[in-house]
């Protein structure tokens, strides 16, 4: 069977969520192979071999982490070359974009950005796409080379299939570009002990209505008595009320977990555009006329102080 | 010293129109309104913002790939406060992708003269945020993209990107490729006299062979992809919505069980 190359996104070894997800989409149209890079790459093999990885490429290099974006794009080029994939497979995180644009341009093939969806066609992987603030569905494929396809999260449920997973170290070597620019510091981003708001199964997200900073609490303990990520409207982080890193919608971040419920917000366009595809949508709010009511598998109209609350108190007493 | 910035915009179907595809599967701009893309509107202010700061002689240019319509973005760029701009435009552009829009911006850029390109972070019509990456690796110059912050100085670009798990502090010598998220700063609303300023600002008007393009490099041919299907999406069951009558929490709940999320 063909080889699917995998892109791991990974923190030190520890594999993210979404490329669990790519290597059960991989499957589908392939064997996937596996490419880890920078810190703790190797450590990356077992969990990626649980889950259908037959190789692993893995590169250890500081330029991973002292440098933008460039370093990653050799290795994955490099290891197009040596196993001449049938797809190329990337995270649809801001940073997966941009590598998997950059090497589709390289390599001189289309490329397909968050898919929500991949199945084998007969001309190459057919890719699904969700546009115009979800409001289109379209299905695509790469015309040109050898697909790039970067999957948005939550795209496909992870799938456990023991596979061989033999570690192979990826010869790499950069091009002049690839220290052009440097990561002169980073910060690591405080843990809040929730998940990441793109991966998570259930997203809780509060809006204008929850008027102010010291209210977002309200909205925290529902989403932990769920363990949920928290989420907040462009409206409330303009405000200030909570970090932009949180906030979903156009010009935020694109959600679409199983469940999703908005609180206090009313459901413009740019909040639709980043929370449209997730599965079942849940609303409170005030106001009975609030277009989000539009969208919702279930909306109560009233005061989220009174209902949210509530809702809290009575998922702690079933959860037991 | 000088300081070439050229500014990257697009003239996007209004997001709070009704945006559909038309017959060949490309974006309908004819039944909607178009404006400036409100994320590009942040490249504009960080070009200012950067000019402002700056004891260099900054020229602006705010460059365009798009049909007729897309002048309207310039001259709101140009009301802003940039110096001049650049309209790219052909019919054989029709249809083309974010690899063949790349193209065109990096030899529209190569032409204009550069040592500095600011874009947003993306489009809100196509939203991929992958064209100033692709500019990057075209010009063959350093990206520094999606940053919250920015300043230039003494021929480097730093700035600020807020990532996943992290936020790094970013450093390149100049030319380089600038992207900035909306976190970057509100941008500056057109003053009366920006906007008859625009009027008498420049706008230069280039096609394909101007740049040396072939036509079937770009365009639905010149496409690396294919639109197989676009299907609007079907419209959701009314869901439903019950009032708060002090039992809202817990009718909430039973759905949420109903469901198994509880």
Known sequence: MAEVLVYVDHVDGAVRKPTLELLTLARRIGDPVAVALGNGAGETASVLAEHGAVKVYTHEAAEYADYLVVPKVDALQAAVTAVSPAAVLVPSSAEGKEIAARLALRIKSGIITDAVDLEAGENGPVATQSVFAASFTTKTRVSTGTPVITVKPNSAAVEAAAAAGAVEALTVSFSQAATGTKVTSRTPRESTGRPELTEAAIVVSGGRGVNGAENFAVIEALADSLGAAVGASRAAVDAGWYPHSNQVGQTGKSVSPQLYIANGISGAIQHRAGMQTSKTIVAVNKDAEAPIFDLVDYGVVGDLFDVVPQLTEEVKTRKG | ?262
């Open chain 2, 1 to 262: 010293m000088s300081l070439r910035i050229v500014v990257t915009v697009k003239y996007v179907p209004d997001a709070t129109g009704d945006r559909h595809f038309a017959d060949d599967l490309t974006v309908d701009r004819d039944d909607v309104d178009g404006l400036l893309s409100e994320l590009d509107e942040y490249a504009v202010e960080q070009a200012l913002q950067i000019s402002e700061n700056s004891d260099d002689d900054v020229e602006i240019t705010v460059l365009t790939v798009g049909p007729e319509d897309a002048k309207d973005a310039l001259r709101k760029a140009l009301s802003m406060g940039a110096d001049k701009a650049i309209h790219v435009e052909d019919d054989d552009l029709h249809g083309t992708d974010a690899m063949g829009t790349s193209l065109v911006l990096a030899k529209a850029i190569e032409k204009a003269g550069f040592d500095l390109v600011v874009s947003g972070m993306a489009s809100t019509d196509g939203t991929a945020g992958i064209v100033p990456a692709l500019v990057a690796e075209r010009l063959g110059v350093p990206q520094v993209t999606l940053l919250s912050q920015v300043a230039v100085e003494g021929g480097a670009v730093t700035g600020r990107r807020d990532g996943d798990t992290a936020s790094e502090q970013l450093q390149a010598a100049l030319p380089a490729v600038v992207s900035v998220t909306d976190q970057s700063g509100e941008a500056r609303y057109p003053s009366f006299k920006g906007i008859m300023a625009a009027k008498k600002k420049p706008v230069e008007s280039w096609d394909l062979s101007d740049l040396g393009i072939e036509a079937e490099e770009v365009g639905l041919e010149g496409a690396w992809t294919t639109v197989e299907a676009a299907a609007e999406r079907p419209a959701r069951t009314a869901g439903t919505i019950v009032k708060d009558e002090g039992e809202g929490g817990k009718q909430l709940a039973e759905y949420l069980a109903g469901q198994k999320f509880i």
